[in-house]
């Protein structure tokens, strides 16, 4: 175990979040004036270093670039009523880091660096968290590889770091998927319930092929029948079909264990709907679309949320849908919003103290 002491910490001499608004930001673009890296060299992690937000020097030979030995989780920090910070669900994603670390043949990550490495960060840069309605501080923790060596085997040496950037709502607007037939996302036996960065890079060739035809968001099938549904763009996924919520189940390894997924699980039994975790056939939901019971389609994620669908296309068939008016997707919104803000009783013991 690693103690505070352990920790080395620099501060910046001046914050650049004097030069910059918190509202409307998008994802992914800012980062606030510190960063955690620590190296893991001789089978043990060294000194945790958190110092400015600073690029890193790398040798071309780093075996990350080669064979893409990364990966990375998505947490989010929140303010609450009395203007503390809460980290929403942190040992969740600290248990599917190191999950994700085992199937990937990297080092396990310890709690203190992972958990209090985040805690220390974020009271360092609590500042950066914004306070209006669909924002938050979205941290990434990731790990690479790091020996300098382009021979195939798992590295000795690792990098672990935590990054953290202030973003607005990530889909602002309701999207349009494309039932995807040709490509895959994951196999049984493959990576798919782990988040390794490659998961994300063989994505995109799909996304864009969608895009190009005016959709913002593929809906992944399984790998062998195309089938049955596995998750929607980088989210998974949810039906609600009837009285019932229907989300596919993560049995066969290929569907990644989402934290926002289990929450709203959590907010549908609360709700009042039958949840089901099962296989989920195309046939099936255009069934019920036709039979008109299938009532939302919404997607859940960490730095989405929960985003709703208002167009699915599968073949030439399209499955339309009046999200106006729609109950359940933004009853499950608030219901969360509401926790992760403070304005209402945190049942579940989800929001962490920083
Ligand atoms: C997340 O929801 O945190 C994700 O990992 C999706 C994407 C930003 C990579």
């Known amino acids: 175990m690693i103690a505070a002491a352990d920790f080395n910490i620099t501060k910046v001499e001046r914050s650049k979040l004097n030069e910059m608004s918190l509202e409307n930001i998008p994802f992914g673009k800012y980062f606030t004036d510190h960063m955690l890296e620590v190296d893991y060299e001789d089978g043990e992690w060294k000194t945790v270093e958190i110092k400015p937000y600073q690029p890193l020097l790398l040798s071309p030979s780093l075996a990350a670039l080669h064979y893409g030995q990364a990966i990375f989780e998505g947490v989010k920090a929140y303010k609450d009523q009395d203007g503390e910070a809460r980290i929403f669900r942190p ?11 085992e199937r990937m043949a990297m080092p396990q990550v310890p709690e203190n660096i992972f958990i209090e490495g985040m805690r220390q960060l974020i009271e360092l840069d609590k500042n950066w968290i914004p306070k209006h309605a669909d924002h938050s501080l979205y941290i990434r923790p990731f790990m690479f590889s790091s020996d300098e060596l382009i021979g195939v085997r798992p590295s000795e040496k690792y990098k672990f770091m935590i990054i953290l950037s202030p973003t607005g709502p990530y889909y602002n607007v309701p999207m349009r998927i494309y039932v ?44 062998f029948e195309h089938k049955y549904v596995q998750e929607c763009g980088t989210m998974n996924v949810f ?116």
Do not use: C
């Not at 106006?324 to 962490?352: C, F, H, L």
């Open 91 to 101: 040992f969740e994603n600290f248990k599917r880091f190191n999950i994700s670390a």
């Open 180 to 223: 995807e037939e040709k490509y895959v996302r994951a196999v049984p036996g493959g990576v798919g319930y782990v988040k390794a960065a490659g998961n994300y890079g063989s994505a995109m060739f799909a996304t864009k092929e969608a895009k190009s035809k005016g959709y913002d968001q593929v809906l992944w099938m399984d790998a």
């Open 239 to 354: 039906f609600i079909i009837g009285d019932t919520a229907i989300t596919p189940d993560l049995a066969a390894g290929t569907i990644l264990a989402g934290v926002t997924r289990d929450s709203t699980i959590t907010l549908l039994k609360e709700i009042g709907f039958k949840v089901e975790e099962r296989p989920l056939s195309i046939d099936d939901i255009v069934d019920a679309y036709k039979a008109g019971v299938l009532y939302e389609v919404f997607g859940t994620g960490t730095a989405a949320t929960i985003s709703m669908i208002k167009e699915l296309r599968y073949k030439d068939f399209l499955m339309n849908f009046d999200v106006d008016n729609w109950r359940t997707a933004p009853e499950v919104k608030q219901r969360m919003a509401d926790i992760k803000e403070g304005k209402s009783t945190d049942r579940y013991g989800w929001m962490q103290k920083v």
